[in-house]
């Protein structure tokens, strides 16, 4: 434990660098992340979105896990078991490619080295370089119980998701067949419905003529035009659908037409799938190749005739073409169409194309043997527990996303053709064909008993194992303590982009496996932007990059930053600029704790009252500020802890902002410089511990926050070297000091010092110069507040000298004049401002500001200017127009201030 400091004093400037460093060492050593083993507690959990083992922190990474921290100490100090369980994805596809880039720097393939000696590679990447980002979030500050860190092919895990695969194969939920599905010609695999993410494509539309057979005569009569996007895909046609009720094809159902260039015969079907407002109306119906079309060739039983390899090239089925690539058939098949006179037109067409989330190359679906869930019955559950409140998404309006796609789920492919990952545990008897799916590897047919059996070669989608992370991590499918205490866990804080991807997952195999929700509450954050509301890509050089941020301002004004402006369902505008005023933050609670601290070292403490107890506060009799800045605080509390507890991150973040900086700092420190400097030692030590009492106070709300700078304050005061702010109690509201009266009076107080201190800057009175001023109280509360309260007015506003007027009493001549609610101020000018000076000098100002502005204006004027010059020159100089527009009416209003009072002298 680091001793005592509150004596030596805090050096004049923070150094945030070494802080970090040090305290997040000390928490860790410490093991003051692990939960409270305690029974009676109320225990808080919830499972880190495993970053993939290739990862590096971006800015989405460090929003995400500063908001769950945030939470994650909040509910620490507020006296919950709270559990953080850390790890990372194996993430099957992007770390196999990683592995598979190394290997061609040395000319080796996968293949050359085998799958055995290929995976023992991989972990070997994985020790070395994998889970560098676990580093990164610690330089974040996470506050995880990095003793209980997963892997999602860790040992445990690998059981867990062993045991659901053969469970959900025995309850026939798991089934391998021939289905459509999207593959991926570079990764070679087959990709999830939702691991395609689809780009607005300019494309074009081909009409095709497809000649119809006529079937008594034996000869070709008229054409059936089919419009299509993909050209090629017609060598795997196995009929021409059209709508039931769509008068121009009617004579033609139940005919055949002949597939062009292939000369195969192929049926004209009535489906009503078939759009009659798409192009001709008559769609090319491609089973192995399309999903619609594959659900249309099992209505109607059309054959599937797959036209692909793995690679996306032509294969035998596709006669002439065979070993074009899907491209190179493309163009070779247009060329022909033409030639035989069957291409009708081509227009222009914007549609949506398919890409692999992780190469990004274009995906082909494909009809191919793969392994899948029935997920419908799990949907309906885990919608249903949606609907009932068991679980609650966070804002509520992604719940009609969330049920949209739990309404028309697809049965999920979770088999993929890569190396890396959980080997699928199935076994095919070579004798006789049995499939075996086992816990433990079977050395024989249970059918037949032959001993030759082949090992299924493919893996497990990355996201079926990162389904059961909430309760995997925890010991299942071990009934252990972390289960009982901490399952379903609290909340799930995540991006509003994989709702699909792995909420609705988890939802699903929770409910299945553990009869309850996986978490009761899922956060969806937003996306952060660059200041102008674009999307960060490395292309438009607009990255902000967390780490180096953080090495530049420091990890608290990066986190405070980020939640300062993570409003439900808004994108985050993120600036260089923003990081930066919310390090002057840190700084200004660092100054203002100096400010406190130093009087404490300074002055003979003899009675000091050093307390957190509210009690011993009031028996010390506060005067009016500390009156309401108790009651402040008590309001920040309440408002802070509301905002926690409803995910508005931003709203406490804001209310800290403005008490500490605006309320403690600009005001309340500033009226009580009076009593910390006062000669009477009573006066002195009140003052002192009701600011250490709110500073303390003050440092327990921020820390969810900016942990690192107040856990370095909290052991300057005194009487913490024993503790961590970490493990302090969060503040709680106690509405006794809650105090209307007082925080009204200060609102009256900040009325009239304001209004000097604006009226003495809109009339350009020296800063230091000492005024004299006449109030006019329209109540006898007011005037006993404003004699009362003079000590203050006198301090904030530098007024040497007040005086009370009467009702019957002349307005004082040549004096400036504000006037309030409830009281009218008359600054006396005499000797302070001449104003004929102070006219002249403005109308300079202007004179210069007006020229300033027609140039700019003509340079805006110019189309050469405005068309040939730099973007942000343009930019620059509309941004000067309106600086120029801003203090041209700044200066009109003093003028009319000062002409004002010339009337009245006059």
Known sequence: ???????????????????????????????????????????????????????????????????????????????????????????GIATQNVVERMLAQEGLTRHDLGREKFIDRVWEWKKKSGGRIIEQLKRLGCSCDWSRERFTMDEGLSRAVREVFVRLFEEGLIYKGDYIINWCPRCHTALADIEVEHEEKEGKLWHIKYPVVDADANTTGSYIIVATTRPETMLGDTAVAVHPEDDRYKDLVGKEIELPLVNRKIPVIADDHVDPEFGTGAVKVTPAHDFNDFEMGLRHKLPSVNIFDENARINENGGPYKGLDRYEARSRIIEDLEANGLLEKVDEHLHAVGHCYR??????????????????????????????????????????????????????????????????????????????VK??????????????????????????????????????????????????????????????????????????????????????????????????????????????????????????????????????????????????????????????????????????????????????KPNLPEKWILSRLMHTTENVRTALDAFDFDVAARALYSFFWHEFCDWYLEMAK?????????????????SLFVLDSSLRLLHPFIPFVTEELWHYLPGKSDSYIMTAPFPKVDSTVLDREAEDAIQILMSIIGGIRNSRAELGIHPGAQLSIKVLPHTEKIKNLIQDSSIYIKQLARVEKIEFLSADDERPKGSATIILDNVEIFISLSGLLDVEEELNKLSKQEKKLRNDLERSKKKLENPNFVNKAPEDVVAKEKEKVEQFLKRLEKIEHHKRTLEELCKKES
């Open 359 to 436: 190469c990004k190359t274009v995906v082909e679906p494909r009809l191919s043997k793969q392994w899948f869930v029935k997920v419908k019955p799990l949907a309906e559950v885990a919608l249903n527990a949606v609907k009932e409140g068991r679980t609650n998404i966070v804002p509520e309006s992604w719940f009609r996303t969330y049920e949209e796609w739990m309404t028309n789920i697809r049965d999920w492919c979770i088999s993929r053709q890569i190396w890396w990952g959980h080997r699928i545990p199935a076994w095919e008897c070579e004798n006789c064909g049995e499939l075996i």
């Open 1 to 91: 434990m680091s001793e005592a400091r509150s004596n030596q004093g805090l050096p004049k400037a923070y150094d945030f660098a070494p802080v970090e460093q040090k305290w997040y060492r000390e928490w860790v050593e410490k093991g003051l992340f692990k939960p409270i083993e305690d029974p009676s507690r109320p225990a808080f959990s919830m499972v880190i979105p495993p970053p993939n083992v290739t990862g590096v922190l971006h800015i989405g990474h460090a929003l995400n896990n500063t908001l769950q921290d945030i939470l994650a100490r909040y509910k620490r100090m507020d006296g919950y078991a709270t559990l953080w369980v850390p790890g990372t994805d194996h993430a």
């Open 439 to 620: 816990r433990d590897d079977p050395v024989s047919c249970p059918k037949c008993g032959s001993t030759s059996l082949k090992r299924e070669q493919d893996v497990l989608d990355t996201w079926f194992s990162s389904a059961l992370w909430p309760f995997s991590t925890l010991g299942w499918p071990d009934e252990t303590e972390d289960l009982r205490r901490f399952y379903p866990t609290s909340v799930l804080i995540t991006s509003f982009d994989i709702l699909f991807f792995w909420v609705a997952r988890m939802m699903m195999m929770g409910l299945h496996f553990m009869g309850d929700v996986p978490f009761k509450y899922v956060y969806l954050h937003a996306l952060v932007r660059d200041k102008d509301g674009k999307k960060m890509s490395k292309s438009k050089g607009n990255v902000i990059d967390p780490l180096v941020i953080m090495e530049k301002y420091g990890t608290d004004a990066v986190r405070f930053t980020l939640a300062a402006f993570a409003a439900q369902g808004r994108d985050i505008k993120l600036s260089e600029e923003r990081i930066e005023g919310y390090k002057h933050f840190i700084n200004k609670i660092w100054n203002a704790s100096r400010l406190i601290l130093m009087n404490l070292d300074e002055k003979d403490q003899g009675g000091l009252v050093i307390t957190q107890d509210i009690e011993e506060l009031k028996d010390l």
């Open 674 to 690: 009076p009593h910390l400097n006062s000669e009477s030692e009573a006066e002195r030590n009140r003052s002192i511990a009701v």
